[in-house]
């Protein structure tokens, strides 16, 4: 249940005022700087906010990626270097729904990036998916970018930038953050083709050997699907909304490339709405199977006690001590009892075959 | 059910006229008035309505916060003072869903206040959560609010007020509005907290050791859920009216801070959704793994069955009295039994390994 | 099935003819004509239609209420007098969905008023809930309302119109109209108090001792249920059509009366769904009830069975009449097989201990 | 399966040419011709589409009705003399979803006429329902009606033509298509009636009997709720499209009298999500009723087998044929077994009784 | 599983770059090039992409079919030539939802073909629904289409091409794609028909002899339709918007064509609805079916224990070997015990007669 609490660690503090993030780790954030335009490339690691305020002023495209955002401080320079409101520096730090929100001067974009973490113990409560909020602040001549954990998800981003591959250089840095929503979005399909291959694995499971323990891994999976779904159903009205914007931040062009995002989002929505309902027939599917196995195994407990409960009782009846039973006496009684036993269980198979439980 | 019939208490009186109230305690109210501006601050416990109408003329914010509604003509004289709608008077002694209403002079806000209550015994029809209308009158330079408890949701804000730290007293009544919802809101993710708590138990509990017991309180769970839902559902549409508002009474940096809550609002409820379906999943979850252990019984009882209902036959067989029995006389009668009735096992071993009963 | 099945009953005659209603008693309908304004009001029961005709033209308010539909010529004449639509005269005879019509000259508008039918049997098929159609036409000094029972829930009505109180005779017919509208939903929610009771002893029935009988009641409930949202659902959509209405009929005044009806119906309507998903938790907890009972039925069963079943076949086999049977001469014979099958009992129950069945 | 697969049965020729419709009978179709005015009344049979013609020009209302449509001529030669879109043809001779589309010149109108077929043999997948596909074309002074059956139900809006009885006659050929479109829409209001009346059989003897014969029954209920569904669901919105039309082929008087029909249909529509509803809870009834039933067996068998399993063994154990047994020498023996059996069955009472089994 | 995990296949690689599609088959792709108006007709199978160039200036309509994608040089070229979007071209490449784009100068149409399988093994896991994408591009004299496999649901469309049967010929691209989207579409219906077949199978299957292999099949058949399902309803949105587009390729004339198709797609999707309704009414019913035949297996087992286990118990007690049993020396003793055990049965009978058992 780690993700659907994490929801609602929002803060209690006064509104609009920093929260401390004292609960994480003081560990330095690592601030990386790329700022090209398409003759220029230039990519830095710096150490302290202040030495990104240089590129305010120039044309190029700055791109501030901040990864680990335990130092406030950070923040708080760059917003006031850049003019941020601070209720958008107070929803960087805090866990928020996937939103873009146009503050004229900048459009601030929230993103959820997904993990498929597969070492998870497949046992209820451990789930599957990781995820790291991405905060995007789009400015008329930078990005800035910040996330929690240090991944690579950007990095094929940075090698074309580096390379000068594509129409990435040429463009502004609204083609930039399209491309790292495209690169998120991708990222998701990934995500799908693992839930994928996983329900594969039920499928087969669930009618060839339908065990207890298929119980907890198809709760596990319901549970990733609903937190997926709250992760991509309001990026889908994000990105539309960007779509639509009338904000000059968004040049035509992007916006052609966003429509594109766009139908990648609503087909992840798609496919999970697909699998859900495919989990619930699963799981109607695996408690039949329950049932069949029931009714099999009464089955069998049924012939073998109709079969043999009333021989025993004839057992028991010429087993009594009586001294007057005539059959007891007879030299015939033996051999009748045993073929009327016979009978006794000719008939009982006969019903059953009737009632077709063989 | 506490909640849902409450939700019936509506008066059958004559409507427009102020309803008696004679069920609630006599009670005297708790009336404070917090008086301020940039620059000053004044903070009062008055006794009479009466007190708070010099405060009316004057241009500084005024906040009127009245602990217990049992006394109806302080009501009515400040309704009266203020020029409140009749019906807006009525609201606030009845039970009403969460909503904003825009009567030109003044802006009508009900909140729900959620309380979680530790306490509470986890039997079937004993809630956890409890709650309190907040009524709120926005006018040009006064709050006026109104609730059943004496609670300590807004004490914060007060120390804010006091200290003058934030925003808070640069603004004007329309931001302490934003401020008091805003609290609302973050309380109920505490809640969301206590009931992501109680959820992670149960799954727990469900899996490892799925006990009668879970019933009614899964059963509690759903209904503390539907309960949240009713009071959160109307909340967002009555914060989103608020932010389309064209009342001069709510400013336009005020719109921005009430997109934030907007955004908090949704949040819990998708996070309810989540649990909501969720806890169906549990449900399901539950009776399978009823299922499952019926299923287990159900197999020890049938392996036993079938293995010695057959041997208690044989021996049965072997126990009757017949005169003339050729097995029994013979020395090799006994062993041979013995033998057959091991075969016996040994064939129904195999089956049950064949069926995968083991 | 009285309510869904009169549903059906729309005469299949020739449209805009008035259908001659014979199935209906020939009782004498009954005639009561209120006619005020601030200063001045008459009261009377009037034999013939004829006798409203000359408040027709008077500036007072006149309410002509009808009970009793059986005589077609009364509303033909009142009809063709105050010019109705024909198809609003058959509308008032046969059974309509609670709406407004908008016909320039008047406005017409049908409800459902409910009863709660105490004496009812909780048998299936036997609802708790009655119903009588109540139409209304609302003229610009005039209101006629139709039933057909003689009930009292407009006498506080007529009482506050007698004795003047409150804004009811200060105000026109559309006054008179929303506080009928108020009078009808507020009863509603005695209605769903009602059905909060039954609802709480259903959910105390369902944990302390889920017996079958259970079962129909929750049938009954739900079905109670469906009823109440059909006669409540459209009355939202008409209530909110009579608010945005640009007739002349309805005072700017009266809206602001009509939202608060408005609002009480959303809460009758919400408190129904939360009814509805409850009861359909309830059903779940008292299926899960069922078979918690039903399992610790079988594991008696089965913790008997397992442990004498094997006991009984040691004293099956040692009660076997061989010849040659060596146990049954040694005199150690009797307590070895009494304590072995004390060591058979003791790891049975060590079994079932582990497997957690005590 | 009959409805549903019907839904398939539209041609893979290609689009726009008419499909020859070789699979119907060859049978003559019935052509009835009904021309009138206030003053005039002529109705013939005729024998040639083109005797048709000469009502194209008059000014009186003409009616041309045609009942099978297996002469594929009769319909282009009229399509082709009233200047009829060759889609309209087409959609007239396949199976079509109730609509109204305009085509300036004309409006095309397709129903479902819906029959209750009394002899349907009430076994799974043998429908109650039928139906009947009746398209409508009405032009400026007339009205084509196709279908299939020579039914009756427009048998009653002929009668009242030739009698002159209401205002049809009175009135212009969109009156005519509002009374067909009447007619069949109160024809539902039957079929409603008869499904009520099978729902409350089956609310009977759920709880009375419940057989596993119900089962079909109620799953035949429900494909027949599900396709009366698919017919008037459509026709809402075909109604509601056709009141707000610009046409001037449909007169304001008209519409007040769509109004009254659109108000029909979603009554219709309200019964069959209520049966809906109610249909499920009776499943849900019906399977808690088995799980009873079977709870109810299974302690029979679990009170006769504990009770009895104890008492058998220990009559097992005194027949045993050890030599040295010292109670079976004893005189006391016998019966202190037999009090020990007595006492074994009290303590089982007692047991059972706390148990609430009893 | 097939279907789905392909919804995911979607290239990681930077955005706007076509993907070099390696895991295809080198096979060559083949093009045909179909170039008309009213009079000529031309029809040729090229080699080379470029050969297609020289009908762009022409006036015809050239329709360009290209069925295998492997080459994306082909694409490329093309898509140099006549201006496509490198959006565009990645999307034809990669699984897309059905949807409708405008680029002004050419509407880009998505379509999933579906195949019914006839071979496909009916267990889990295996779909009998086959798919392929076919995407078109309609621009101001051409049309181009490109799908995967080389298949035959166009050929009736390029006979009528070839013959001018019908209006095809006379008609601009516009008409041309509109008939091979109602091809696509009329051929779901054939898919329905198919889907409606095995329903039927099913239906009289789970009443008549509801074996557990059913479930599979049952799971198959769900997901097949919600496969069907994600391929239509896109579909819906998508004709819509062309049939509302300004776009001067799309002629008002093939506009009423559109909504035909847009018709047909409605229908398409109720099918589906209902049988998705009826699915789940199917399971619930061989759920029903299942728990009635465990009911009656369990009964047989009860009726037959409960007379034979006190019966023998009697015979037990009998044959206990006490020394003094007063009745086993009795010569009245037998029958005695014989009369006892027939009263038994006879006293079971009864009770299970009146317990509606047989």
């Given at each position: 249940m780690d993700q659907s609490s994490k929801?609602?660690?929002?803060?209690?503090?006064?509104?609009?005022t920093l929260p401390p993030?004292?609960?994480?780790?003081a560990e330095k954030p690592k601030i990386t700087i790329i700022d090209y335009d398409e003759q220029h490339y230039h990519e830095a690691e710096v150490?302290?906010?202040?030495?990104?305020?240089?590129?305010?002023?120039?044309?190029t495209v700055t791109w501030i990626n901040i990864d680990?955002?335990?130092?406030v401080d950070i923040l708080e320079k760059l917003g006031a270097c850049y003019g941020i409101h601070p209720l958008v520096l107070e929803d960087i730090l805090s866990d928020q729904r996937p939103k873009i929100e146009d503050y004229d001067d900048y459009i601030f974009i929230v993103l959820k990036m997904l993990y498929y973490?597969?070492?998870?113990?497949?046992?209820?409560?451990?789930?599957k998916i990781d995820f790291d909020q991405v905060s995007m602040i789009l400015g008329p001549n930078f990005i800035m970018s910040f996330k929690e954990k240090e991944v690579d998800v950007f990095n094929p981003l940075r090698d074309r930038l580096r390379t000068a591959k594509g129409r990435i250089r040429k463009q502004g840095p609204d083609y930039l953050a399209y491309s790292m929503i495209d690169a998120v979005v991708d990222h998701y399909f990934v995500i799908m083709e693992k839930l994928g291959d996983r329900f594969e694995d039920l499928e087969d499971a669930v009618v060839a050997h339908p065990e207890p323990g298929i119980l907890p891994t198809i709760y596990n999976l319901k549970r990733d699907m609903l937190f997926l779904r709250k992760s991509v159903w309001p990026l889908r009205e994000a990105i539309s909304k960007m779509q639509r914007?009338?904000?000059?931040?968004?040049s035509e062009a992007t916006k052609i490339y966003l429509r594109d995002v766009y139908d990648h989002t609503i087909q992840v929505i798609e496919n999970i709405e697909t699998f859900r309902d495919m989990s619930a027939s699963l799981l109607e599917t695996y408690l039949s199977s329950l049932s069949n196995k029931l009714n099999e195994v009464i089955k069998v407990l049924t012939i073998i006690s109709t079969i043999f409960i009333p021989l025993t009782f004839l057992a028991g009846l010429y087993g009594m001590?009586?001294?007057?039973?005539?059959e007891l006496e007879s030299p015939l009684g033996y051999p009748a009892v045993l073929i009327l036993m016979m009978m006794v269980v000719a008939i009982m198979m006969v019903y059953f075959k009737r009632k077709g439980w063989f």
């Open positions: 929801g609602a660690k929002v803060s209690e503090l006064p509104s609009s993030a004292s609960d994480k780790q150490k302290e906010a202040a030495e990104c305020f240089v590129f305010k002023e120039k044309p680990g955002l335990r130092q973490n597969e070492e998870g113990d497949e046992e209820l409560g451990d789930s914007t009338d904000s000059p931040l968004v001590n009586f001294r007057y039973m005539p």
